[in-house]
């Protein structure tokens, strides 16, 4: 890290710990330059220091990252056992998505699962998204019923076997109904003869 003092006349004493002191002298133009430049990188380290516990490496925020990798970690996948790859992708996005291979091919050696994620245009965020469906993948296959898939699917199901409950006895209700009029009118043609 170095300190700058400034003089009056436009000279500048730079202390840096691994150089010593060295004298520069700018122009205002220069130094106008110079200390936007040095305030920029003020701000930036400053807004990135909650961020230093965590490799930022998803383009997420590091909360929803440590939680898919303690997700990963619970279902036993290591950043050893996947095979990542990138490629091109294609459709929406423009020229980046023609000259940037954003889309992340991960496969889990283990499992032999195989995941492709082209959703964002960014490589990181698609990065991202393409550990989360591997995770589902691999939990689907782990934990089978119990899974949130499952689940959802069971319920899918069950909803379906009551829905045809009903329309079977909305059927009978209404064979019933025309039954009743078949019968009705028996009654009037067999009084008339």
């Known amino acids: ?3 700058c003092n400034r003089a009056a006349s436009g000279t500048e004493l730079f202390t840096r710990a691994d150089v010593g002191t060295v004298t520069v002298t700018m122009n205002k133009k ?4 110079f200390d936007r430049i040095t305030k920029e990188h003020r701000i930036f380290v400053e807004e990135r220091k909650h961020y230093s516990s965590v490799t ?3 383009g997420v925020s590091p909360e929803k990252e440590l939680a898919l990798m303690e997700r990963l970690n619970e279902l036993g996948v290591r950043p050893e056992d996947l095979v990542e790859k ?5 459709g929406h996005g423009g020229q980046n998505v023609n000259k940037v291979s ?25 990065r991202f998204h393409a550990r989360r469906l591997l995770a ?4 689907n296959l782990i934990k089978g019923k119990e899974s949130a898939e499952q689940q959802r699917i069971e319920k899918i199901r069950r909803q379906k076997r009551k829905r045809s409950k009903r329309a079977k006895e909305k059927m009978l ?3 019933h109904h025309r039954a009743e009029k078949k019968k009705e009118r028996r009654s009037i043609s067999d009084t008339e003869h």
């Open 102 to 126: 954003t889309c992340v091919y991960l496969k889990h050696v283990p499992t032999g699962i195989e995941v492709k994620c082209q959703r964002e245009r960014s490589q990181a965020l698609n």
């Open 1 to 3: 890290m170095s300190k």
């Open 86 to 90: 990138f490629i091109r992708s294609g």
């Open 56 to 58: 930022n490496m998803f």
């Open 173 to 175: 209700a209404d064979k």
């Open 136 to 139: 589902d993948k691999v939990e």
């Open 30 to 33: 220069i130094r106008k330059s």
